[in-house]
């Protein structure tokens, strides 16, 4: 069965970087597309882009270019978004979701991961 | 980029009864457009895949329909776990995918 853990929430400084890691279990990992996907507080869900766990090739949204980078580390199956140069608006629950039955749709979800930008 | 507008914001309606979901896209998607129920403090199930395809374990009241611009999510009688948040989710503008900003279905 596919399961996804997150890193516990975080409060940042502005400024700052946070990583959100996300723990992977019950399939072959190597084998699907990891997303990555964010929602402030009250807020809709924003897409921030995607990463083929099996070749590290990702794609960001255009909002998140050169602030994000997501990697994967194959031996502890576990995928990790990173973002700098945070601010107050980035203040939002980050998920993690999977590609795994339904190609290019999300049916595989992360907990949540709260981070908190705040001075 | 594709926006995906929602409505209508707020369903307000009681159990047992149907909910129409609106979801229109600023440009044709074809059928690359999904539907996503989110209840609070949990993160969102998907529900319908290609417009009207129920995903594993979606119970038969949730359907889906339309191409192009314009979708609807129809859930034919209302159960009290079914009042929560639902998200449209286009997947066509690739590499780029984006949500509708969503519609709050409430007891009334």
């Known amino acids: 069965q596919v399961h996804l853990v997150q890193s516990g929430a975080e409060v940042k400084k502005p400024g700052a970087s946070v990583t959100v890691s996300c723990k992977a279990s019950?399939?072959?990992?190597?084998?699907?597309?990891m997303h990555w996907v964010r929602q402030a507080p009250g807020q809709g869900l924003e897409w921030m882009g995607r990463?083929?766990?099996?070749?590290?090739?990702?794609v960001y949204a255009p909002k998140f270019q050169g602030r994000v980078t997501m990697t994967g580390n194959t031996s502890i199956t576990t995928a990790y978004m990173n973002l700098s140069g945070l601010k107050s608006d980035d203040t939002a629950i980050y998920f993690c979701?999977?590609?795994?039955?339904?190609?290019?749709?999300?049916?595989?979800w992360g907990q949540g991961s709260l981070i908190t930008v705040s001075s | 980029e594709i926006v995906l507008t929602q409505s209508p914001a707020t369903l307000s309606l009681s159990p047992g009864e149907r909910a129409t979901l609106s979801c229109r896209a600023s440009?044709?998607?074809?059928?690359?457009l999904a539907w996503y129920q989110q209840r609070p403090g949990q993160p969102p199930r998907l529900l319908i895949c290609?417009?009207?395809t129920r995903a594993t374990g979606i119970p038969d009241r949730f359907s889906g329909s339309g191409s192009g611009t314009d979708f609807t999510l129809t859930i034919s009688s209302l159960e009290s776990e079914d009042f929560a948040l639902y998200f449209c989710?286009?997947?066509?503008?690739?590499?780029?995918?984006?949500f509708g900003q969503g519609t709050k279905v409430e007891i009334k």
């Open positions: 989710l286009q997947r066509s503008d690739w590499p780029s995918w984006t």
């Open positions: 440009q044709s998607v074809r059928t690359n």
């Open positions: 290609d417009a009207s």
């Open positions: 019950g399939y072959t990992f190597t084998g699907y597309y």
């Open positions: 990463i083929n766990l099996k070749s590290a090739v990702t």
């Open positions: 979701a999977l590609e795994y039955f339904y190609q290019f749709y999300f049916d595989f």
